[in-house]
C-alpha cells in the first residue's frame, strides 16, 4: 500500500458536491501537485484529508492505517504536516515558540512537569529547542526566532510556518499555495527551500499551487481539479498538453 | 529667552536621565534592601513622627486616606512619606547599588532557588514589619494577596487561553466553603456541626490538605462548566459561566447544612500571614511554570488560531480543559484562604460584584501577563482602601480610571510579558571588579 492512500472520497456541503470521487496514491519521497481554477475544491481536499471536515463516502489510509473519524491533531501526530494557504500564525507568539509548539505530541514530560518544572521538562524544552533552531536555520529564518511573528516580513512568515510543519517530523508535508503573493524572486527561492527539504528529510510532498511554473518544475505527477472531479491525472508534460486542462483554464470557444 | 528655555530643557532631560541610569542599576536586592529600611525605620520611629508632624498616627496607605479626609494635613502627609519612605528607599538603594550588585552576581553562583528564596525571603520580611503597624494593614495585606492569587487564576483563562470566563467567584465560593467545611467538622466546635473530632494542635498539618480540597470541588465544578461549553468557541463559555455562578450561589444560599443564607462561621484562623504568602507564592510559581511550558503555550495558540494548533498536533480540547479545571483549582485554594482569613463566609460575598472586581483586576493588570495580575490585584485592592473616604465617589474614579487604561492599553498595564524569576533576581550591571 502507497504512504498515503485514499479511496473514492466524496464530500458534500449540504446538497452541494464539493469533492467527487477522490483517488490518490503518495509514495514515500514523491512530490505531488494538485491544480486546478478557484473554487475547484483543492483547499477542501487538503482538509477532508487533515481531519478538520469529515468525508461523507470514502476511506483514508497513512501507512496502512485509516485516519476516517479521527481528530486534526490525531491525524496530524501520525504524520500529516500542513500549511495554510492564508498563512495561520498565532500573533502574540515569537517564531521559536512557533516552531516548538509543533513538537507538542512528542513531549512526554505531562502535566507533572508543566507544574513543577521536573529535570525532564528542561531536557525535552531543550531537545525541542535545539530541533527548531536547527530548522529554523535550514529555512535562513533563524535571526528572527525571538521575533513576534507578525513583525516579521511576509516571506520570513512563508517560512517560519513551513519550519513549524516541519517540526512535527511529518511523512507528508501539504503546502497549500505556498508560493501565494510572492514575487517572482521570492518565488524561486520558495521552490529552491521546497527542493532542499525534500532532498534532506526525504518527505513526501502534496502541494496546491496556481503557479504553473512552481508545479511543472517541482512535481512528479500532477492532478488537475475542476468542481470537485479529477479531469486529467499525469506527468507535467500530460497536463501541459491535455486539451481538458487547458479548456478548464482558458475556457472553450463556443462553436455551433 | 531662547538659551534659557532651551538650557532647562536639556536641564531637565539630564535629570530624567540621570533618574533611569539609576533606577537601571538598582538590581532588586537593593530595592528590597531599601524598602526594608524604610518598614524598619516607620516601625520604630513612625509613630513619634507622625505626632511631630501633627497627625494623631502614622498614615496607614501612604498617607493618601489622611490627605483625602482632612485636606489641611496634605503637606504633613507628603513630608511624612518623603522622610519615610522616599528618603531611605532611593538612598539606601542608590548607595548599596554597587555591592549588591556583586552580592546577586555571587548569589547567581550558586543554583536560581538560593537567590530566589534569598529575595522572596527580605520581601516578606518587608511585609511582615510594613503589616506589623496595625492590624488593618495586616488585613490589607492578606487580602491583597489574595486577589493577586485569584487574579492570575482568572487570568489563565480570560488572557493566556482569551476565552471569557465569569464563574470565577463560583469556584472561590466552592473552594472557600469545601476548604471551610472540612475544618470546621475537624477542628472547631461548632452550633452546626457539633464538636470538634480531632485536636487543634493537628489542624494546623492538616491546614494544606483542607485548601487543596478546596481547589478539588472547585475543579470538579469546573468540569461541569467546561464539558458544555468546549465544543465550540464563542460565548457559550461566557454565558454558561455566568449561569454557573448564579447557581453555586443560590445553591449555597438554600442549603441550610451549610449555614445557608447567613453564612459558615468558626473556621480556626490559619491562613496568616505567612500561610497565605507561602501559599500564593507557591500558586504564582506553579502557574508561572505551566504557563511558560509548551503545554501552557498551547494555550496561546488556541486561543490565537484554534485550527492552526489542532493541524500542528496540539490536543485543543484536552489543552482547554485542563487549564480551565486548573484555574478554578487556584481559585478554589484562593476561596480557601479568604475563609480561614476572615473567620466567615457568606454566599453573598461570591456574587456578580465580585465579579466585577476580578475582571477589573484582571484587565487592568494586563493580560496574559505574572506582572499584570499582580499589578491588577495590588492596584485595585489598594486603590480601593485609599479611595475609601470619598465613598461614592470612589465608584467614579476607580471605573474612569479602567476606562483610561482601555484607551490608552487595550490588554492592560503589563500584558503580554513573562515572568523570568532569573532576570528579576540577577544584577543590573556587570560588578566592576571582582572582590
Given at each position: 500500500?502507497?504512504?498515503?492512500?485514499?479511496?473514492?472520497?466524496?464530500?458534500?456541503?449540504?446538497?452541494?458536491?464539493?469533492?467527487?470521487?477522490?483517488?490518490?496514491?503518495?509514495?514515500?519521497?514523491?512530490?505531488?501537485?494538485?491544480?486546478?481554477?478557484?473554487?475547484?475544491?483543492?483547499?477542501?481536499?487538503?482538509?477532508?484529508i487533515t481531519g478538520i471536515y469529515r468525508p461523507t463516502?470514502?476511506?483514508?489510509?497513512?501507512?496502512?492505517?485509516?485516519?476516517?473519524?479521527?481528530?486534526?491533531?490525531?491525524?496530524?501526530?501520525l504524520g500529516i504536516g500542513r500549511t495554510f494557504q492564508n498563512m495561520l500564525l498565532w500573533r502574540h507568539m515569537t517564531v521559536l515558540e512557533h516552531v516548538k509548539m509543533a513538537r507538542y505530541s512528542k513531549l512526554t514530560y505531562g502535566l507533572t512537569g508543566a507544574f513543577f518544572g521536573t529535570a525532564r521538562r528542561h531536557r525535552e524544552e531543550a531537545e525541542s529547542e535545539a530541533k527548531a533552531h536547527h530548522l529554523l536555520k535550514m529555512m535562513g529564518v533563524?535571526?528572527?526566532?525571538?521575533?513576534?511573528?507578525?513583525?516579521?516580513?511576509?516571506?520570513?512568515?512563508?517560512?517560519?510556518?513551513?519550519?513549524?510543519?516541519?517540526?512535527?517530523?511529518?511523512?507528508?508535508?501539504?503546502?497549500?499555495?505556498?508560493?501565494?503573493?510572492?514575487?517572482?524572486?521570492?518565488?524561486?527561492?520558495?521552490?529552491?527551500?521546497?527542493?532542499?527539504?525534500?532532498?534532506?528529510?526525504?518527505?513526501?510532498?502534496?502541494?496546491?499551487?496556481?503557479?504553473?511554473?512552481?508545479?511543472?518544475?517541482?512535481?512528479?505527477?500532477?492532478?488537475?481539479?475542476?468542481?470537485?472531479?479529477?479531469?486529467?491525472?499525469?506527468?507535467?508534460?500530460?497536463?501541459?498538453?491535455?486539451?481538458?486542462?487547458?479548456?478548464?483554464?482558458?475556457?472553450?470557444?463556443?462553436?455551433? | 529667552m531662547?538659551?534659557?528655555?532651551?538650557?532647562?530643557?536639556?536641564?531637565?532631560?539630564?535629570?530624567?536621565g540621570y533618574i533611569r541610569v539609576f533606577i537601571s542599576e538598582v538590581p532588586l536586592l537593593g530595592w528590597l534592601l531599601g524598602a526594608l529600611t524604610a518598614v524598619a525605620l516607620e516601625f520604630f520611629i513612625g509613630t513619634p513622627l507622625a505626632r511631630v508632624l501633627g497627625m494623631s498616627r502614622a498614615p496607614m496607605l501612604f498617607g493618601f486616606v489622611i490627605m483625602l479626609k482632612k485636606p489641611m494635613l496634605i503637606p504633613s502627609a507628603v513630608l511624612y512619606f518623603l522622610l519615610i519612605y522616599f528618603l531611605p528607599l532611593s538612598l539606601i538603594a542608590r548607595l548599596s547599588a554597587s555591592a549588591m550588585n556583586r552580592l546577586a552576581a555571587k548569589l547567581l553562583e550558586f543554583p536560581l532557588i538560593v537567590s530566589v528564596l534569598i529575595h522572596l525571603g527580605l520581601f516578606y520580611a518587608v511585609l511582615h514589619w510594613w503589616s506589623e503597624m496595625s492590624l488593618y494593614r495586616a488585613d490589607v495585606l492578606r487580602f491583597t494577596l489574595i486577589a493577586v492569587l485569584l487574579t492570575?487564576?482568572?487570568?489563565?483563562?480570560?488572557?493566556?487561553?482569551?476565552?471569557?470566563?465569569?464563574?470565577?467567584?463560583?469556584?472561590?465560593?466552592?473552594?472557600?466553603?469545601?476548604?471551610?467545611?472540612?475544618?470546621?467538622?475537624?477542628?472547631?466546635?461548632?452550633?452546626?456541626?457539633?464538636?470538634?473530632?480531632?485536636?487543634?494542635?493537628?489542624?494546623?498539618?492538616?491546614?494544606?490538605?483542607?485548601l487543596i480540597v478546596g481547589g478539588l470541588v472547585a475543579s470538579i465544578g469546573a468540569l461541569a462548566v467546561a464539558i458544555p461549553s468546549f465544543r465550540t468557541r464563542g460565548d457559550y463559555l461566557a454565558i454558561i459561566s455566568l449561569?454557573?455562578?448564579?447557581?453555586?450561589?443560590?445553591l449555597i444560599e438554600n442549603l441550610e447544612i451549610v449555614g445557608g443564607p447567613r453564612g459558615l462561621g468558626d473556621q480556626p484562623g490559619w491562613a496568616n500571614r505567612p500561610v497565605v504568602f507561602i501559599t500564593v507564592v507557591l500558586g504564582i510559581w506553579i502557574i508561572n511554570n505551566f504557563v511558560r511550558s509548551t503545554l501552557g503555550k498551547a494555550l496561546n495558540a488556541v486561543r490565537d488560531n484554534e485550527m492552526a494548533a489542532?493541524?500542528?498536533?496540539?490536543?485543543?480540547?484536552?489543552?482547554?480543559?485542563?487549564?480551565?479545571?486548573?484555574?478554578?483549582?487556584?481559585?478554589?485554594?484562593?476561596?480557601?484562604?479568604?475563609?480561614?482569613?476572615?473567620?466567615?463566609?457568606?454566599?453573598?460575598?461570591?456574587?456578580?460584584?465580585?465579579?466585577?472586581?476580578?475582571?477589573?483586576?484582571v484587565y487592568?493588570?494586563?493580560?496574559?501577563?505574572?506582572?499584570?495580575?499582580?499589578?491588577?490585584?495590588?492596584?485595585?485592592?489598594?486603590?480601593?482602601?485609599?479611595?475609601?473616604?470619598?465613598?461614592?465617589?470612589?465608584?467614579?474614579?476607580?471605573?474612569?480610571?479602567?476606562?483610561?487604561?482601555?484607551?490608552?492599553?487595550?490588554?492592560?498595564?503589563?500584558?503580554?510579558?513573562?515572568?523570568?524569576?532569573?532576570?528579576?533576581?540577577?544584577?543590573?550591571?556587570?560588578?566592576?571588579?571582582?572582590?
Open positions: 500500500m502507497a504512504l498515503l492512500q485514499i479511496d473514492a472520497m466524496t464530500h458534500y456541503f449540504g446538497g452541494l458536491r464539493a469533492v467527487y470521487n477522490y483517488e490518490l496514491e503518495i509514495e514515500p519521497g514523491q512530490i505531488r501537485g494538485l491544480i486546478g481554477p478557484n473554487g475547484a475544491g483543492k483547499t477542501t481536499i487538503f482538509n477532508l463516502e470514502g476511506k483514508i489510509f497513512l501507512e496502512g492505517k485509516e485516519l476516517n473519524g479521527l481528530s486534526p491533531h490525531e491525524i496530524a501526530s533563524d535571526k528572527f526566532a525571538d521575533q513576534i511573528v507578525l513583525n516579521l516580513p511576509y516571506g520570513a512568515q512563508r517560512r517560519v510556518e513551513m519550519a513549524r510543519a516541519l517540526a512535527m517530523d511529518p511523512k507528508v508535508l501539504f503546502l497549500d499555495e505556498p508560493t501565494a503573493g510572492m514575487n517572482p524572486e521570492e518565488l524561486v527561492q520558495m521552490m529552491e527551500i521546497i527542493r532542499q527539504i525534500h532532498g534532506e528529510l526525504k518527505l513526501a510532498i502534496f502541494l496546491i499551487e496556481h503557479r504553473m511554473k512552481v508545479v511543472m518544475e517541482l512535481c512528479e505527477r500532477i492532478q488537475t481539479l475542476v468542481f470537485g472531479e479529477v479531469i486529467a491525472e499525469g506527468t507535467p508534460e500530460d497536463i501541459q498538453n491535455n486539451s481538458k486542462v487547458i479548456d478548464a483554464y482558458l475556457g472553450k470557444e463556443a462553436v455551433e | 531662547e538659551v534659557t528655555s532651551d538650557r532647562l530643557a536639556t536641564d531637565r532631560r539630564s535629570m530624567i492570575l487564576s482568572l487570568n489563565v483563562i480570560n488572557g493566556y487561553m482569551g476565552e471569557f470566563s465569569c464563574s470565577h467567584p463560583g469556584f472561590m465560593a466552592l473552594g472557600a466553603y469545601a476548604a471551610s467545611v472540612f475544618t470546621v467538622v475537624l477542628f472547631a466546635d461548632d452550633k452546626l456541626y457539633g464538636a470538634a473530632l480531632l485536636p487543634q494542635w493537628l489542624g494546623f498539618f492538616f491546614f494544606p490538605i483542607a449561569a454557573f455562578m448564579f447557581i453555586v450561589k443560590s489542532d493541524a500542528m498536533t496540539v490536543n485543543t480540547r484536552r489543552t482547554k480543559i485542563t487549564a480551565f479545571l486548573f484555574a478554578a483549582f487556584w481559585a478554589g485554594v484562593a476561596g480557601g484562604l479568604y475563609a480561614h482569613a476572615l473567620r466567615y463566609v457568606n454566599p453573598a460575598t461570591f456574587g456578580i460584584q465580585k465579579l466585577a472586581e476580578v475582571l477589573a483586576m487592568f493588570g494586563g493580560l496574559n501577563s505574572v506582572y499584570g495580575s499582580i499589578v491588577g490585584a495590588c492596584g485595585i485592592s489598594l486603590l480601593g482602601e485609599m479611595l475609601r473616604p470619598l465613598e461614592l465617589f470612589k465608584w467614579i474614579i476607580i471605573p474612569l480610571l479602567l476606562i483610561l487604561v482601555m484607551i490608552f492599553r487595550p490588554t492592560g498595564l503589563i500584558a503580554f510579558k513573562e515572568f523570568d524569576a532569573k532576570k528579576l533576581v540577577q544584577p543590573k550591571r556587570k560588578p566592576d571588579g571582582e572582590i
